[in-house]
């Protein structure tokens, strides 16, 4: 029998499924969530053109039947949809949980329409760390010493040959933080996801799905 969390994940999945219109362009996530979007996405049988955020989600995708396409052939998205590990009342999100956090936040910044499912585990009060960072290996020890609080996962690269880290340090204002990210060269992308990215979180309590938009 599948875990209540399962069970949520599913439900937020399937609603944000019914947001899918047929002929567009759509953006898939990765992650366990996402594992149940792409059935309810398939079983629609609509007409679609997909990118994937990973190699397992393309993978997926295309064992269902989903057209799959590389990202160089299109320019925008009209929609894409994703899991995440935190979300705050703002809509600040944490992701990168699965590591995929670079192509997944290139791919919901092209989208018009940003939407995260969630089960009911990833609301938060406030974000906290781990924040996901995906490093450049080139000068790494640089890197780190500059991040201060961040351990290593014990993890293959990225499909982008980047390594994956968590910052375990202090949060506070995740806008803050985020600059001080940016400003470190050395990181190729970080986990914390702006509200202004997100149109639309689909968050899945027991039986009831609750759509926020933003
Ligand atoms: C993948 O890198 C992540 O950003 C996921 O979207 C996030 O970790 C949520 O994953 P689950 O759906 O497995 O909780």
Known sequence: MPSRAEDEKRRAAEAAAELVQD?????????????????????RKLTLRCVATSPRTETRARELGIVVEPFEALERLDIAIDGADQ??????????????????KIVAAAAERFVV????????????????LELHPFGMRATLQALGDV??????????????????????DPAALAERFAAIPGIVEHGLFPAALVSDVVIARGDEVERLAF
């Open 117 to 132: 499912i969630a089960d009911s585990s990833k609301p938060v009060d406030a974000i906290d760390s781990p924040v996901p």
């Open 23 to 43: 002929r567009t362009t759509v953006g898939l996530g990765t992650g366990s969530t996402v594992a149940h979007l792409l059935p309810a996405l398939a079983e």
């Open 87 to 104: 979300v705050a009342p703002d809509g600040w999100l944490v992701k990168g949980g699965g590591g995929a956090h670079t192509r997944e």
């Open 151 to 172: 351990r290593l996962r014990d993890w293959p690269p990225s499909p982008d040959g980047g390594v994956i880290a968590d910052y375990e340090g202090e949060v506070g």
